[in-house]
């Protein structure tokens, strides 16, 4: 389900919201970096998709008119990691265990 990034509000509405809409709840705004499938605070700029980041405002919380803007949806992104889990497992169990990156016993 669709939130608030701010307060958790559910959003119900199909749709993205428009630049100016606000939470019903606390005010923030809802079409915002902070709620767009796209953004990841750890980012260079936030933002992950390239084409994006010249439209970004100044701090992810703020409204935006960014044509890249895709409401996130948390509970696809959980939905998503889990098939990566299970996918990352299967193949382990078909081809084993990554070998681990870095120095073997012999020191080089």
Request: net charge neutral; aromatic share 10%.
């Amino acid at each position: 389900m669709r939130r608030c990034h701010k307060c958790g509000e559910p959003w119900n509405d199909k749709g993205s919201p428009g630049t100016r809409e606000d939470c019903l709840k606390c005010g923030s705004s809802l079409h915002a970096c902070a709620n767009c499938r796209f953004y990841d605070g750890k980012a260079l700029e936030w933002c992950l998709e390239p084409m994006a980041r010249p439209e970004k405002p100044r701090t992810p919380e703020t409204f935006n008119i960014c044509d890249w803007f895709i409401f996130r949806d948390p509970d696809e992104e959980r939905f998503d990691a889990e098939k990566s889990k299970s996918a990352r497992m299967a193949l382990e169990q078909l081809f084993g265990a990554a070998p681990k990156v870095g120095h073997d016993a012999s020191g080089l």
